[in-house]
């Protein structure tokens, strides 16, 4: 959600996209509403549709990551699946700006109209998610309960930069080549996981490690390697360390590496400690 809120190609097109529908008026508004009236409606229409759009197709993506390779199928799922709230978006609308009754019927009969626009929406989102360089979000609010450290305080809001050379990324399929942002241990499997998606890859920990090449992370579990811009902040619960990532995956440090990650992440003289 961060990176779409901070993309000016997804606020451009929503932008034109009210204006377009505030200045040409379907469906009937510009017979029911002057301009500005019918910009709010639409400004208000778009917003709640298109909020209920890419939160379920965001969600969508995070749940389906282990079953599903392609990131454009699981945001495709969500945003389906989001043509029921919006519905009731419209439904309650139309009530409250004309006095249109929203009944079972009615709401059943928009849905159809709906799923179309579900889809452009999630096209949207896809492209906005998936460009080169956009996904390194560089720092995010930590978080529920987890104190700050230096990764989730100032800095700019996105970095973009060069991709490093990452031979690691080469096994992986090529909707799901991304910046890497985590590497964890599943029995005999690595999964690796990057702003594009998630894959479960027949490697051993040890030998993964060997090809995150220039990418900047570090290990901090004998089963955990992480990106640095990918961390939001840090807990410490009876004394055990972990790190919390920007989609709030808490994920443990070991004793081997916390001096390690302390200097990294967590200011000197700033420690604090929050039991969950």
Request: net charge positive.
């Amino acid at each position: 959600m961060q990176i779409l809120a901070r993309s000016p190609r997804l606020w451009l097109t929503f932008g034109a996209v009210v204006l377009l529908f505030a200045v040409t008026g379907p469906y009937g508004s510009a017979e029911r509403l002057a301009f500005v009236p019918r910009l709010g409606y639409w400004l208000l229409l778009h917003a709640g549709a298109w909020s209920f759009a890419l939160l379920f197709s965001v969600i969508a993506d995070v749940m389906l990551q282990a079953r599903l390779g392609s990131m454009f199928l699981r945001m495709l799922i969500g945003s389906v699946a989001a043509t029921l709230p919006i519905g009731l978006v419209i439904g309650l609308l139309e009530w409250s700006w004309f006095g249109v009754p929203l009944t079972l019927p009615r709401y059943l009969q928009a849905l159809p109209t709906i799923l179309p626009l579900s889809g452009i929406f999630c096209v949207i989102s896809y492209l906005a998610m998936s460009g080169d360089g956009v996904a390194n979000v560089a720092t995010a609010g930590p978080a529920t309960g987890a104190a700050s450290g230096p990764a989730a305080e100032g800095g700019p809001a996105a970095r973009v930069s060069a991709r490093p050379f990452v031979p690691l990324l080469d096994r992986l399929k090529p909707g799901n080549r991304g910046p890497l942002q985590h590497i964890s241990v599943e029995d005999h499997y690595s999964r690796i996981r990057t702003a594009r998606g998630s894959e479960l890859i027949l490697l051993r920990f040890s030998d993964a490690l060997r090809e995150t090449g220039d990418a900047d992370g570090l290990q901090v579990h004998r089963s955990h390697w992480v990106a640095r811009e990918f961390v939001a902040g840090y807990r410490s619960t009876n004394g055990r360390l972990s790190l919390v990532l920007l989609d709030g995956t808490d994920v443990p440090v070991s004793r081997a590496h916390a001096d390690t990650v302390r200097s990294q992440f967590i200011r000197a003289g700033n420690e604090k400690t929050r039991a969950d």
